[in-house]
């Protein structure tokens, strides 16, 4: 990420990540680890907007020091930021910590493994919109 981007960029890519991890998963069984993927940059942008609203940042990252600091995948290191806690998403975090942006090398996903994932992204996702 090389520039700012605004909230409702973050928000209109969150939910489009997620609809698009829908389609995925529908094709074929073969498509469930892309569906993983795409998911876990659901929760990322969500965890990303959610930080804004957070901070009153009109834009992730800021213009400031912090910039390359932000520049992060981590979701646990990004919860953090939200002030919410693992303990606010009623077991869905403990699913959806798994993912990380190197989970493109990972081997593929059965349809059941990102079944259960894509079912635990939509409870954090519906979580951190919940206060937009």
């Given at each position: 990420m090389s520039s700012s981007v605004p909230v409702a960029v973050l928000e209109r890519k969150r939910d489009c990540f997620?609809?698009?991890?829908q389609l995925?998963?529908?094709q074929e069984p073969a498509r469930a680890d892309n569906a993983f993927y795409l998911g876990g940059y659901a929760i990322e942008f969500g965890l990303?907007?959610?930080i804004c609203g957070t901070l009153r940042w009109k834009e992730y990252p800021p213009d400031s020091g912090l910039?390359?600091?932000?520049?992060?995948?981590?979701?646990?290191?990004?919860?953090?930021?939200?002030?919410?806690s693992a303990r606010d998403f009623d077991g869905a975090w403990d699913q959806c910590k798994v993912w990380s942006v190197?989970?493109?090398y990972n081997p593929e996903k059965s349809a059941e493994e990102s079944a259960n994932f894509l079912d635990a992204?939509?409870?954090v996702v519906e979580k951190l919109k919940s206060d937009e």
């Amino acid at each position: 990420m090389s520039s700012s981007v605004p909230v409702a960029v973050l928000e209109r890519k969150r939910d489009c990540f997620l609809d698009d991890t829908q389609l995925l998963f529908s094709q074929e069984p073969a498509r469930a680890d892309n569906a993983f993927y795409l998911g876990g940059y659901a929760i990322e942008f969500g965890l990303k907007a959610r930080i804004c609203g957070t901070l009153r940042w009109k834009e992730y990252p800021p213009d400031s020091g912090l910039k390359k600091l932000l520049q992060i995948h981590d979701l646990d290191d990004l919860l953090l930021l939200t002030g919410l806690s693992a303990r606010d998403f009623d077991g869905a975090w403990d699913q959806c910590k798994v993912w990380s942006v190197e989970a493109r090398y990972n081997p593929e996903k059965s349809a059941e493994e990102s079944a259960n994932f894509l079912d635990a992204v939509r409870k954090v996702v519906e979580k951190l919109k919940s206060d937009e």
